[in-house]
């Protein structure tokens, strides 16, 4: 096995707990949550997906377009203007940097379309990262000097496993406030 395989089962894996947390979530239940300044389970399923798409095609996949923008998913839902002061567009594309008011203004898209553009952007990332020359792997990105693609790879591996965990937890609160 090599790091792409490692990589690979890692975000298989971990959507497959993401599925299992959210699978039977109702619209109410992915827009809930705990406080007014708090992530919805809906916004951190979308951040996850969308920042796989992003940071896998961007930087390991050399620019490819994402999913995102190929298939039209940029088009379906009303996402926030990024706020003064935010990093570059894409950053607010994936959530990043959100302000909590966007966060409560934004509806979350119905489940079944946010799982669809899931399937999607996981199956393209598969195919960038088994196409990834792990001859690179040291090479700092291009953009990025300080980060090499290595770096994007532990990403890949780990960072939809961070917020299923919130997820996880953002449930329980709600099952804890509302006793389901």
């Known amino acids: 096995m ?5 990589v690979i089962a890692s975000v298989i894996r971990t959507r497959n707990a993401t599925l ?3 699978k039977d979530l109702t619209q109410h239940d992915l827009a809930w949550k705990p406080a007014s300044f708090a992530n919805t389970v809906g916004f951190l399923l979308f951040h996850s997906i969308r920042t796989q798409d ?3 095609h961007a930087w390991l996949g050399n620019g490819a377009e994402d999913v995102w923008k190929a298939e039209g998913w940029n088009r379906r839902w009303n996402m926030p203007q990024p706020h003064p002061g935010a990093p570059e567009p894409w950053f607010s594309e994936t959530g990043n940097s959100w302000t909590p008011q966007q966060v409560a203004a934004w509806p979350v898209p119905p489940k079944d379309e946010l799982l ?3 399937a999607r952007a996981q199956e393209k990332a598969i195919e960038v990262i088994k ?3 792990l001859a690179r792997i040291n090479t700092p990105l291009p953009d990025r000097p300080n980060a090499t693609y290595a770096n994007y790879l532990y990403i890949a591996s780990h960072h939809e496993a961070q917020h299923q965990a919130q997820m996880d937890y953002i449930l329980g609160l ?3 406030v509302m006793g389901v």
């Open 174 to 176: 709600k099952r804890g």
């Open 116 to 118: 669809a553009y899931g």
């Open 20 to 22: 299992n947390t959210v």
């Open 131 to 133: 196409a990834f020359d």
């Open 54 to 56: 992003r940071y896998i």
């Open 2 to 6: 090599d790091i792409r395989d490692f």
